[in-house]
């Protein structure tokens, strides 16, 4: 693993300083707690800038900062900051940031472990695989496994090879995730746990599951991927290209920035790593090939003004998108807030709703919330695999919209107010 320019490690971007994330101007009034722009700030700032600002803090200060470090999934990158910076703070809560650190590191040597007799299986059998997200970032990109927490292992496939590889996964050991079925069978999104360890991994054998604007070019995916080394066996990896309109969209067009702070990061330290090796016109061409043009301005965007992110000029120029100052405000408060706080996650059907781009596509996602597939419905009520799904249990899926879920159902009608995500969702559907 090449060494890498931690995000926040260089001196803060021009484009917001961090006066105005330790405090809410006239132009851009976040209403963000302190501790999570205090966290941002001695993420990005210089190390002589960190130290005159962290001067006047109190433990109480530092316990708050500390506290939102780890329910951002940011503490080991914060304890590897301090660490580096030479910053003083309280033992205490170097201690906390410190098993935050390690508790990643073990979780990882362990996903690590399996990872390479996983990966070993797969290459017997003539399968190509490719690392994503996780997998890939944190030791290929950040360049230390400690630094990256992981809910799962990410790994892409060919389409044509998906049902040779959970063949040969089940041998492996892996057993498919209850109630998940659905997925592989809509996305070609496989949610598998390991029998003995407990440990998830998603098998995709599409880049992008859900419906995207843009097409995938897979074939001319796979030409452009690259060689690597990870867990003592040979992966492939997405150019660096790829990866970040792929970690863009993500973000931002599939999840609605519901993920948080730490895709922010990955774009950070992706831009530290490969930005030199990046041409502006390809990657414009990229997002637009696959549909992420705003997505991929977006995530950029907020990368560069929350994380620090050393994103050239060019990059957002030949992307040509621009969100409103207002949507782009009032996404950074979302993001910004304490996490559950943020109004609650959408469902992906109303998600779907938002952002569909044509009558075609909205009547095509009504179609799956009246009359789900078999496979969800199964999932939905708790049926065994092999039970049937009768007309009567339809009737009760829309009873349960009409009577049980009325705020839902209200939302797909679109009555309600419009919130950040649904201004996203038809701002990417805009583009």
């Known amino acids: 693993a090449r060494p890498v320019d931690r995000p926040g490690a260089r001196h803060h971007d021009a484009h917001m300083s961090h006066n105005t994330l330790e405090a809410p101007s006239e132009s851009r009034p976040y209403s963000a707690s302190v501790a999570v722009r205090r966290l941002l700030t001695l993420l990005r700032a210089a190390p002589e800038e960190a130290a005159r600002l962290v001067a006047p803090w109190q433990d109480e200060e530092w316990?708050?900062?500390?506290?939102?470090?780890?329910?951002?999934?940011?503490?080991?990158?914060?304890?590897?900051?301090?660490?580096?910076?030479?910053?003083?703070?309280?033992?205490?809560?170097?201690?906390?940031?410190?098993?935050?650190y390690l508790a990643t590191a073990a979780a990882n040597l362990r996903r690590s472990h399996l990872l390479g007799g996983t990966l070993t299986s797969l290459r017997a059998a003539g399968i190509r695989v490719a690392l994503l997200k996780g997998a890939h970032l944190a030791p290929l990109v950040y360049g230390n496994e400690a630094l990256r927490p992981m809910a799962d292992t990410d790994l892409l496939v060919q389409e044509q090879e998906a049902g040779l590889?959970?063949?040969?996964?089940?041998?492996s050991g892996y057993d498919p995730v209850s109630g998940q079925a659905w997925m592989g069978e809509r996305y070609g999104h496989y949610a598998l746990r390991h029998c003995e360890t407990g440990l998830l991994l998603e098998?995709?054998?599409?880049?992008?599951?859900?419906?995207?604007?843009?097409?995938?070019?897979?074939?001319?995916?796979?030409?452009?991927?690259?060689?690597?080394?990870?867990?003592?066996?040979?992966?492939w990896t997405l150019c660096p290209v790829d990866l970040l309109v792929y970690l863009s969209i993500h973000a931002a067009s599939q999840h609605l920035l519901q993920m948080g702070l730490l895709p922010l990061f990955d774009l950070a330290a992706l831009c530290a790593v490969s930005g030199g090796e990046i041409e502006a016109q390809e990657l414009a061409l990229?997002?637009?090939?696959?549909?992420?043009?705003?997505?991929?301005?977006?995530?950029?965007?907020?990368?560069?003004?929350?994380?620090?992110?050393?994103?050239?000029?060019?990059?957002?120029?030949?992307?040509?998108?621009?969100?409103?100052?207002?949507?782009?405000?009032?996404?950074?408060?979302?993001?910004?807030?304490?996490?559950?706080?943020?109004?609650?996650a959408p469902s992906p059907n109303l998600m779907a709703l938002w952002a569909a781009p044509d009558w075609r596509t909205r009547l095509r996602?009504?179609?799956?919330?009246?009359?789900?597939?078999?496979?969800?419905?199964?999932?939905?009520?708790?049926?065994?695999?092999?039970?049937?799904?009768?007309?009567?249990?339809?009737?009760r899926r829309l009873s349960d919209l009409i009577f049980r879920r009325k705020a839902t159902l209200r939302g797909l009608l679109g009555r309600t107010r419009e919130t950040p995500y649904e201004a996203l969702a038809r701002w990417l559907a805009d583009g």
């Open 63 to 100: 316990s708050a900062v500390v506290a939102q470090a780890e329910r951002r999934s940011l503490a080991p990158l914060l304890y590897d900051r301090m660490q580096r910076m030479a910053i003083a703070v309280s033992e205490g809560q170097m201690q906390r940031l410190r098993r935050q």
């Open 203 to 235: 098998l995709h054998a599409r880049l992008a599951p859900f419906e995207q604007r843009g097409e995938i070019d897979q074939a001319a995916l796979w030409d452009r991927m690259l060689p690597a080394t990870v867990a003592g066996e040979r992966v």
């Open 365 to 395: 996602t009504w179609g799956r919330i009246l009359h789900p597939e078999a496979a969800h419905m199964r999932a939905l009520y708790r049926l065994g695999e092999d039970e049937p799904v009768s007309g009567l249990l339809y009737l």
């Open 165 to 171: 590889a959970l063949e040969i996964l089940a041998e």
């Open 286 to 344: 990229r997002a637009r090939e696959w549909g992420g043009t705003r997505a991929t301005w977006l995530a950029l965007t907020l990368a560069r003004d929350l994380a620090g992110a050393r994103v050239p000029d060019a990059f957002t120029q030949a992307l040509g998108a621009a969100a409103t100052p207002g949507l782009l405000a009032d996404l950074c408060e979302q993001l910004l807030r304490e996490p559950g706080q943020a109004g609650g």
